[in-house]
């Protein structure tokens, strides 16, 4: 167990629609990152967010968007959805000193 | 750009052997990053390795780092069907504050009785 969750766990969602992804870090974990892992592929970074702001980003559209929160839990919203979207999503969380970053099980999304 | 290559891309073992997966990177980082992922799962942690020179073992698992070479270690000992999964490594990029994962394109390992 890596103490974060992500919700919900499986999605469908039609091409042209919104989607919100949900994570929740571990307590005192100030930094989130996001990647999309398409099937059969490696995770790719979307971006990070620090202290609330975002202060690091892939190669991802601006329709990519994200929010971090004071509580240490923070949002992925995607626009007008795509076909291509359709992904594993993840974040990870880092704490203040670590090295470590910890995965969280993961949002399934099927775009159609 | 960082770019992260691991070879093989598959790797079809019998138990009791041994083998070694590679992972080479193209720009200078001080921190590699093993995973392991089982089908529709996500990222389990199984190695850091922060500095040339570094070993870290787990059970049947070893993972070694070269910086001189760009070049992280993933060896397997007398493997399992336990350890069928697909195994990932990760470069840490960092640019102003960022500090992101370059991940290689993965290793499917598949221990057959």
């Known amino acids: 167990e890596t103490g974060v969750t992500q919700s919900p766990t499986h999605l469908i969602k039609t091409r042209g629609q919104q989607v919100t992804l949900r994570c929740s870090s571990q307590?005192?974990?100030?930094?989130v990152s996001w990647y999309q892992q398409a099937l059969g592929q490696g995770p790719q970074f979307i971006f990070q967010y620090y202290r609330e702001e975002e202060n690091g980003r892939g190669n991802f559209p601006p329709r990519f968007s994200g929010l971090q929160f004071p509580n240490y839990s923070s949002e992925l919203n995607v626009n007008a959805l795509e076909l291509d979207d359709s992904a594993l999503y993840l974040c990870?969380?880092?704490?203040?000193?670590?090295?470590?970053?910890?995965f969280g099980p993961g949002t399934r999304l099927t775009v159609t | 750009e960082l770019k992260v290559e691991q070879n093989p891309l598959f790797l079809s073992m019998q138990e009791g052997k041994n083998y070694t997966i590679y992972c080479n990177y193209s720009?200078?980082?001080?921190?590699l990053y093993w995973y392991r992922q089982d089908p529709g799962k996500s990222l389990e942690s199984l190695f850091v390795?922060?500095?040339?020179?570094a070993v870290k073992q787990e059970g049947r698992l070893m993972a070694s780092l070269d910086t001189k070479a760009r070049l992280s270690t993933l060896h397997i000992t007398a493997a399992v069907h336990d350890l069928s999964a697909t195994y990932f490594c990760a470069v840490g990029a960092y640019g102003g504050a960022t500090n992101k994962l370059i991940f290689g394109t993965g290793t499917l390992l598949a221990v057959q009785p």
């Open positions: 390795l922060l500095s040339n020179g």
């Open positions: 307590s005192g974990h100030n930094t």
């Open positions: 720009t200078t980082s001080d921190r």
């Open positions: 990870a969380s880092r704490g203040l000193a670590g090295d470590e970053q910890y």
